[in-house]
């Protein structure tokens, strides 16, 4: 199978790596895999008998590689290549979900399968996209899309083939649940653990993405739609984020046994805002990690927890990708 990787930033270098240190097992599974061409914002490297991936990985940025094109596009990448298969993991723009629908939309016309860690297309055009896949008879992947690690997408697929999923519960953010735990831990202001998530890297450029509670609108917009089976818009989530959280609140909250937590909500409607959290409920976690709680009709309640973010959501990828050898191996 012939791969493209468009997007060459954090996620794609990582993806990258595991993909030469689980060689042996992609190959197992495809003996003619190749990564025929990677894209950053820049230009893109390109070969069609494969491209040396260690060769890629030492050149120290896509750029300083020998083959790169300068000035070339993602979407020149992806028709001088034609790959059986493109990962596309350019960042999440949760305004018009551009340029990765384009990527996506184009690759699929194509008659390309995707995986993607991109939540902004699945946000803005989910239905849009798996009818365009249909048509094309391809596979569009998107487990890393939602709670990064966690095997959400594949364990309701795999293993929750009968049942109906009524309710789901989640923390989606990693940034708005470590300032909401140095707040309930170290029970200092909004302001001061903000101050520390920013000095760690853990916001978005525009923090707004995150405190306020539009990051993980996106991803209650693809739980809704692709679990669920809603119609659901982002501009239907009813949305509050964190800024008002004071540290009053936590301490209030804290000593009736609770602690507060940006929640998001897919029922009958779709919401997220902070709520009171049970310190004992399964779906309380600390830190930067994510939880899932899904309540179905036949196996009742079930909760998922790992890291929503950061170089483990490259198992999410590569599991998606091996997905898609098994099924279109002969």
């Not at 197992?28 to 990564?35: E, G, H, K, M, S």
């Not at 896509?62 to 350019?90: A, I, M, Q, R």
């Not at 293993?159 to 519960?169: E, G, K, N, S, V």
Request: hydrophobic share 40%; with cysteine; glycine share 10%.
């Amino acid at each position: 199978m012939d791969v493209a990787i468009v997007g060459y930033g954090f996620l794609g270098r990582n993806l990258l790596t595991s993909v030469v240190e689980k060689w042996s097992a992609i190959k197992a599974v495809d003996p003619y895999f190749r990564l025929v061409g990677v894209s950053n914002s820049t230009g893109y490297a390109f070969s069609p008998e494969g491209l040396p991936l260690q060769g890629v990985l030492d050149s120290g940025g896509l750029e300083h590689y020998s083959g790169f094109t300068l000035g070339g596009t993602s979407l020149e990448l992806l028709d001088k290549c034609s790959p059986d298969l493109v990962v596309e993991l350019t960042p999440t723009n949760i305004v018009d979900g551009e340029p990765g629908l384009t990527h996506i939309q184009h690759s699929l016309r194509m008659g390309s399968h995707v995986v993607t860690a991109n939540k902004g297309p699945l946000a803005h055009a989910y239905w849009e996209l798996n009818a365009e896949a249909q048509k094309h008879g391809v596979m569009l992947l998107y487990e890393a899309t939602v709670a990064g690690a966690v095997p959400l997408f594949s364990l309701v697929r795999e293993c929750l083939q009968a049942d109906r999923i009524t309710r789901m519960l989640g923390i989606l953010n990693g940034t708005t649940n470590y300032i909401l735990t140095r707040m309930h831990f170290e029970e200092i202001g909004f302001e001061a653990a903000l101050k520390e998530a920013k000095e760690r890297g853990l916001t978005e450029r525009d923090p707004s993405i995150d405190i306020g509670g539009h990051d993980a609108a996106c991803k209650a917009v693809i739980l809704a739609n692709a679990i669920m089976g809603k119609r659901v818009k982002l501009r239907d989530v009813k949305t509050r984020g964190i800024e008002t959280i004071t540290a009053e609140a936590i301490r209030l909250a804290k000593r009736s046994g609770y602690t507060i937590k940006l929640v998001a909500t897919v029922a009958d409607t779709v919401e997220v805002a902070p709520r009171l959290v049970p310190v004992n409920h399964p779906l309380c976690v600390h830190g930067t990690l994510n939880s899932v709680y899904l309540e179905s009709d036949l196996a009742g309640e079930l909760t998922l927890v790992g890291h929503g973010a950061g170089k483990q959501t490259v198992s999410a990828i590569m599991n998606d990708i091996i997905t898609v050898l098994k099924r279109t191996s002969h």
